[in-house]
């Protein structure tokens, strides 16, 4: 079974330009998840997709972070115009768990090796 | 709400050592709780998962850990330290919502470096 992909690996920009990060879920992964990870911190919940539609984005910053899952597979997560606090590596996981459906037992995530982003 | 509270960013130990990597966990229902490794410059891996079923939980790369409702905690520990144990390690919990796609919600991490 492929993993999680991401791209780019790596990204340096300057304040105030745009960027934008890809990921690709396990194929049949219902649910999709953006983690920002700050250096010397854990993972920090983005936004969190179920198919292409959005569950959780309370701690999304939406003037300046958008995120998209048009056909419910590939995520682009987008940061327009970049600060510098923005520099962190950010995650994307997916799970095959669907919200509402009975299932029991806990919801393992698996992850992409991150896209790591510097902020100038 | 929930919330993890790692104690001790850094520990060092020795190789063949024992290792231990505190956490304790804030939550208002039955939780589940994680623990993740992330080796350097690569994703978080799950390491193990309490669901309920043991108090005790036995992971990969030989790591245990113990729930303990009393104490709130979710200690993980491994008898003794490879030095490929190296990396960087996240408790996490998410709630026993029926409805089991629930957010998971990580602590802050313990960095774990084994001397020769």
């Known amino acids: 079974e492929a993993g999680v992909a991401q791209s780019p690996r790596y990204k340096i920009i300057e304040k105030r330009q745009s960027v934008a990060f890809w990921c690709n879920p396990i194929s049949g992964h219902a649910t999709l998840y953006w983690y920002q990870q700050i250096l010397g911190q854990g993972p920090k919940l983005l936004i969190q997709f179920q198919n292409n539609g959005v569950v959780d984005d309370s701690q999304l910053p939406k003037d300046r972070f958008s995120a998209e899952r048009l056909k419910g597979v590939d995520s682009t997560l987008k940061i327009q115009p970049a600060k510098l606090e923005d520099s962190a590596v950010y995650l994307c996981?997916?799970?095959?768990?669907?919200?509402?459906?009975?299932?029991?037992?806990?919801?393992?995530?698996?992850f992409g090796a991150g896209s790591r982003l510097t902020v100038l | 709400a929930q919330s993890v509270t790692q104690l001790g960013s850094h520990v060092s130990v020795s190789e063949g050592a024992l290792v231990l990597l505190r956490c304790n966990y804030s939550s208002s229902v039955p939780p589940y709780l994680f623990w993740y490794v992330q080796y350097p410059n690569q994703g978080l891996q799950l390491l193990l998962k309490?669901?309920?079923?043991?108090?005790l939980v036995k992971g990969i790369n030989g790591f245990e850990a113990e729930f303990k409702k009393s104490e709130t905690s979710f200690h993980l520990t491994k008898p003794s330290a490879h030095m490929s144990d190296a990396a960087e390690y996240f408790c996490?919990?998410?709630?026993?919502?029926?409805?089991?796609?629930?957010?998971?919600?990580f602590g802050s991490g313990t960095r774990l470096s084994i001397r020769p």
């Open positions: 309490y669901t309920s079923a043991a108090t």
């Open positions: 996490a919990v998410s709630d026993q919502k029926y409805s089991s796609a629930s957010k998971i919600i």
């Open positions: 996981a997916s799970s095959s768990r669907v919200q509402g459906t009975a299932v029991s037992g806990a919801n393992v995530l698996t």
